[in-house]
Structure formats: C-alpha cells, structure tokens
C-alpha cells in the first residue's frame, strides 16, 4: 500500500460529473487523483450513453435522409446499410472521447488510477486493481461520483440476456438490426435508441405506463411529437402497465395491461429494450461503513455545497438529487472544485437545458405551460412554426415549432420549448437569456443571422409581446 500519497482531492468515478470536478480542482491548484472501475474513462456518457447514442443518431439520420431526402434534394443515391461499419464509427467517436480524458488528466498532472474505490474512512480511499492489489490514497477530500446504472421495471424481475431483452448498454451495439423492437418506457433513452433502429429498419413499437410520451416534456410538444414520430412508423401504447418480460430463447414477450385495469396483451420482438430509468449506483463504495447518508430513492444526500453528513466527503451528478444529465453533473464538478478551491461554485437549477435528439429535436429550458398553470403564474405565449423559415424549407425540415412563456407582468422568459432540427443547439440562446434574467423583448430585439433556423426563436420572442414578421 501506499500510504505517501496524499492529495487534496480524491474522485471516485470518472464521468462526466468526476472528470470535470477533477480537471477543474487541478486547474485550482488542488493535487487530484482519479479511481474508475471502468478500463476507459469518461463514465456512462462516454462509453455507453450520450456520445455513442448520438454517433448512432447521426449516422442512421443521414441513412434516413439518404433513403427519403435526398432525391427532393437532386440527389440520387440507392444506400444499403453497412451496419457493422456504422457500429465501428460509434466505436471509433467513443475512443477518441474517452483517449481525450486521458490526455486532459496528463495535461492537468491529475493522477489517473483504473481499480475499484472504497471508501475505508474519511480521508482514506481503498482503491483494488483488476488483479486484486490493493493501494489506499490519503486525501483531505472525496468526491463521490459514481453515477448511474440502468433500473429495470419496478416490481419486476427482468432477466436482461443482452440479446433478446436488452437495456441501453446493449442496444447500442446490436449485431444486426432486428425485425420487431419493443421499447419499455417512452423516456428520452427510449425514443432516441428506438428512432435509431426504426431508421435501420426495425418495426418499432413504445409501451409507456404514463399517458404522456416523455414524462415531464411540455404538453403540446409532447403531443405533437408522438404524431410525428407515429408518422414515421412507431407504434404507441400509451398508459399501457407491464406485467412481464419473457425471452423464448430466439426472441421474447412482452405483457402489459391498460394501466387503469383491463384485458392484458402481449407482443412478440425479436428484441425488447427495457428503458425504463436509471437509478443511483452506489454498492461496495462502504456507505454504511462510514455514515454517509442516502435517501428513499438511493441517492446521496448532500448539503447546497454538496457535502454529505460526513465531513470531507462530497458527492455529485446521477448519484444525487437532480436530473440525470452530463451537463448537470459537470456544472456541479466545477462548482464542487470552484468550493473545495475556497472560492464560490454554484449552479443555477432553474437553467438546465435537455434535449431530446431524435428527428425533427426537442429541447427546453425552465418552466412548461403545465408548471406555470400549476404555480398560478399569469404568463404570455409567443409561438413561430418551423413552416415559416426560410431555411427550415431549404433544408426539408420544417416540423415543429418554438414556444417561449414569459411572465405576463414583467416579460422575463419563464421557459423556452423548441421542436424542430437542431433544436438542442438553438436552446443554448434562451439558456444565456434566461441566465441573464432576459425578456422576449431582449431576445427579439436581438439581430438574428438569416437565414438561420434561429430566427424562428426570434420570432417567438416577437410572439410573446407583440407580432411576428413572418406569420
Ligand atoms: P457516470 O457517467 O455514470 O459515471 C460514473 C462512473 O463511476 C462510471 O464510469 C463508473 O464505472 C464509475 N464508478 C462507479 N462506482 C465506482 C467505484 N466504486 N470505483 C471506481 N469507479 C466507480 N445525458 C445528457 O446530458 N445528454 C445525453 O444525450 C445523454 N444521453 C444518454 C444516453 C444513454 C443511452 C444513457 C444511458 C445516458 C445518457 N445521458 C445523457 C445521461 C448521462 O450519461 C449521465 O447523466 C451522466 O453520465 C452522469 O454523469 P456522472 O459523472 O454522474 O456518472
């Protein structure tokens, strides 16, 4: 063991919310190690979730265009899918980003350790190599940021084969493209990796318990999006509870009954991707051992500067309360590193953006229609329709529409919904906006580039307290 090695700041877990928190404290000053399970770094959002989902999305994107656009475009191509090269493409995008976090630990003399950390005591992290060596850091801090693993189906025991029933570590590498996938769970995981397949040429097929596809998303853009998506050829029951998940060796089953009671169905796949959440993961860090504190849900409870019930340990991103979102993990590193470095970190939950990536995206930031009623806050609405852009009508992706609530007394931007084509690059405008304390005033007297689909974002602005130009 080697007990010589004492740092400021030990992280456990090197996703998005643990390398950001690393890279940061480095930059501060703070002497910072790593410990990561994994053989690579980067945590789920590297290896196994934001960045190969979105090389897939891409990729069966332009297949799609290719198979539909291209010829209204004065392009005529016949494309055939070469899925084992568009699988070594997500491979290939996966290493460059998880080789990057290695090189920016180099780089910021951070020390970078594979095994499996424990924590023996406060100041203390037991780490053990694959080869089941062990070595104990001394550190005057720990950052807990362990993440996230997929949660299954309360109250059911689903037997995941990797084949036939799979979660989303497996339905990003699926040798071939099946004939009938069934997605558990109309969330954002399942509705990008079912458009992924869909696009392939997969019979897709979404069972949601709740009535709504994408849980909290805006009302209206929920609904609008199922119809687009249903155009496409997925097929939806909504409200629909799962009683079972079977594989039949070759493929599997899936039962399900109306949520309010009634006649069970059952359908056939040659593949069910169970996406149903993700929960808190914390087993063998020694929780109990020294007292740190989790709640109902399994999370680590945390203080507004992150620290847990036990001095110097600290904790993060997808193991805490919060959305579930690299970004939101990396804010609270660089707030956690900005704290332990004695200066001021904070993040601003009320401006987080998420975005969906499917065609056409969805993305929001603040507040829906559904929570202002809710919070009794008299609000405007502005709207502009992505039929109305001139570019939108070049590029052949006019779906979907930008909605902007602002407070009906003041006209400070409550909330900004956007559905339509590079939707989650566009929302970075109205997250700026907000973080400012902006009004649609603000945003709409603000020159947009044309033709650009931002200026549809404009123009909602323009909606929410006066007229459109275009509509
Ligand atoms: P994680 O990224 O989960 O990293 C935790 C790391 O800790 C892991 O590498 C794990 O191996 C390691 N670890 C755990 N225990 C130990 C231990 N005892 N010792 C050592 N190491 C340990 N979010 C977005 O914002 N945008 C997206 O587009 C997006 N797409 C997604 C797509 C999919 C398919 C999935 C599954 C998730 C997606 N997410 C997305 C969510 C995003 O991946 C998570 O919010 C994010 O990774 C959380 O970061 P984190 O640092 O808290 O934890």
């Known amino acids: 063991s080697d007990a010589s090695s004492a740092f400021d700041l030990v992280v456990i877990g090197s996703g998005p919310g643990g390398y950001v928190c690393a890279i940061k404290a480095a930059q ?37 265009e290719a198979n539909h656009s291209f010829a209204k475009l004065g392009i005529k191509v016949s494309p055939e899918l070469d899925l084992p090269a568009m699988l070594a493409h997500k491979d290939t995008t996966v290493k460059q980003n998880v080789d990057g976090i290695a090189f920016l630990f ?63 570590d497996d339905a990003i590498a699926l040798p071939k493209v099946p004939e009938r996938l069934v997605v558990v769970g109309g969330g954002v995981i399942g509705l990008e990796l079912g458009s992924v397949w869909q696009r392939l040429g997969a019979k897709v097929t979404v069972v949601e318990y709740l009535d709504k596809i994408l849980g909290p998303t805006d009302a209206e853009i929920s609904t609008q999006f199922q119809k687009i998506l ?96 690299a970004h939101k993990a990396e804010d609270e590193g660089v707030a956690l590193a900005e704290i332990l470095a004695g200066q001021h970190g904070h993040v601003n939950y009320g401006v987080i953006p998420s975005v969906v990536y499917t065609s056409p995206e969805i993305a929001s930031v603040g507040l829906t229609e559904e929570e202002l009623k809710a919070a009794g806050t008299p609000y405007n609405t502005g709207k502009f329709s992505f039929t109305a852009n001139g570019r939108a009508r070049a590029m052949l992706h006019t779906d979907g529409f930008v909605k902007i609530l602002a407070d009906k007394a003041t006209d400070k931007v409550l909330g900004v919904h956007i559905m339509g084509f590079g ?21 709409a007297r603000t020159c947009h580039a044309h033709p650009t689909m931002s200026e549809a974002v404009r123009e909602a602005a323009f909606a929410t307290f006066a007229k459109p130009i275009h509509s």
Do not use: W
Not at 31 to 44: D, H, L, P, Q, S
Not at 107 to 113: E, F, R
Not at 136 to 149: H, P
Not at 423 to 443: K, P, R, Y
């Open 28 to 64: 501060l000053g703070l002497k910072v190690a790593v410990v990561e399970k994994r053989k690579t770094y980067g945590g789920t959002c590297l290896n196994v979730g934001c960045i190969p989902s979105k090389a897939l999305l891409h990729a069966s994107e332009m297949f799609e």
């Open 106 to 168: 180099k780089k910021n003399k951070i020390t970078g350790i594979i095994g499996t950390g424990r924590i023996a005591a406060p100041g203390a992290v037991e780490v053990t190599a694959e080869d089941g060596s062990k070595q104990t850091l001394k550190t005057k801090s720990i950052c807990i940021a362990t993440g996230s693993v997929v949660a299954g189906i309360p109250g059911l025991n689903v037997a995941f084969d990797g084949k036939t029933i799979v979660s989303s």
């Open 230 to 325: 249903a155009k496409q050829g997925m097929t939806f029951h909504l409200g629909a509870k799962v009683t079972a998940v079977e594989s039949t060796g070759s493929a599997a089953k899936v039962t399900f009954e109306p949520a309010k009671g009634g006649e069970a169905q059952t359908l056939e796949a040659d593949v069910v991707l169970v996406a149903t959440g993700r929960k808190p993961f914390t087993d063998g860090l020694g929780l109990d051992e020294v007292g740190v504190a989790r709640d109902k849900a399994g999370r680590v409870e945390i203080d507004a500067h992150y620290k847990t019930n036990v001095d110097g340990i600290y904790a993060i991103g997808d193991v805490v309360k919060g959305p579930m979102l």
């Open 423 to 443: 939707a989650g690059d566009m929302i970075a405008e109205a997250a700026v906006l907000m973080e400012f304390g902006g009004s649609s005033e603000d945003l």
